[in-house]
């Protein structure tokens, strides 16, 4: 395009143009206000703050911010007017956050990838040691691979364009960084983000094959007092006969509150799951505060394991569900962020076989995943969905 003014193209204030004007300018409307409110959300909400994972989402929500009032509101401008109105200091400023919230974008979903496939393939190393401050950690790494690796193509591109009216990082003139831009930044998470995916998936699936049961079995026997006698198991274990021994394992008072129940030449049957088998009547005393003692012992284990096990259905809950929240996140973004790699790459080699208008098409398809993230959440995700209420109807 050429630098003097009265080259530039004259805007018409066109059906067509106010259609394209109304579109972009909603867009990116949506976008600010959507994710706004994710990180209000965070902001506010003291639970959400509390799970490592959501520390991701904001991080997520903090770069689609960015994107929507730097690169979408400039590109709006430059797409509705037909040339970059603004001179090159700022062209440099949206050249480099535009594609540096790309990259954070991209990492940030890489990191997420990584962080499922730990929790779901190591669950328990996973519950030990993840934390909010390795978390953190991992964000701010992806903040130093973003600026290490978009700076170097960004200084180089400023280095030899720097136009006044033009404001674009022309591929095919930039051919020495887009091997490194595509497969550091593109590629290779991509792939890291499909076989985590895949792996995770795979793990989901056959753990939902597998659902935790618990089973309580309880028989008993009457003697002629009607004293009942009882065992408990569970369908993943089998409980033994009880040792049978003479020795006293309660307090006198306690032996002597048993005995009143028990009548001359009774006999107690004790309950198993192979046989019933009566005891001379000097062992009852012995066997039923031995039978009271290990049912004691058995109930508290029993109640353990119930717990471990309640625990373990609402860590798995938990699990899937944040596993459909990544899901919708990294399947928008491969739609929508794969075909504008596919043109791009084709652009910095073949340029004349992509149109103008395709690849401003599919620049903008790059921006509606940010628009579509915070949806995403509000849809899938039980806590940030009544945050979002929350501060619709002004409750905080």
Known sequence: MSNKTEDLPEFVPSSKNIVIIITLTT?????????????????KESKLRKEAFNYFIFNLAVTDFLVAITAMTFYTIDTVLGYWPFGPAMCAFWIYADYAMTFASVFTLTA?????????TWPIHYRNNSTIKKTIIMIAIVWVCVFTIWTPPFIGDRLKHNEEYSCIW??????????VVDVIGHYLPCSLMVISYVKVLAVMRKRGKIKPKIHVN?????????????????????????????????????????????????????????????????????TSSSQNSQRMQRGNRWTNDTKDTTDEVKYNKSERKIFITLSYVVLSYLIFWFPFYVTWDIYAFHPDLVPPLLY???????????????????YTNKDFRRSFWKIMRCKF
């Open 170 to 179: 022309e591929p095919n003139e930039n051919r020495e960084f887009i091997i």
């Open 360 to 378: 401003t098409v599919m620049f903008w398809m790059t921006y509606i995943n940010s628009t579509l993230n915070p949806i995403i959440y509000a």
């Open 218 to 286: 309880v028989r008993s026997t009457r003697n002629e007092d009607h004293t009942n006698i009882t065992t408990v198991s569970s369908i993943n274990s089998k409980i033994q006969d009880p040792m049978i021994n003479t020795q006293n394992q309660f307090s006198n008072d306690t032996t002597k509150s048993h005995d009143k129940n028990v009548t001359k030449n009774q006999v107690v049957f004790v309950s198993s799951s192979q046989d019933y088998r009566p005891l001379a009547l000097d062992q009852q005393t012995s």
């Open 112 to 120: 997420i990838s990584i962080d499922r496939f730990w929790s779901v």
């Open 27 to 43: 867009l990116v409307l949506v976008t600010i206000i959507g994710n706004l409110i994710v990180l209000l959300a965070f902001i």
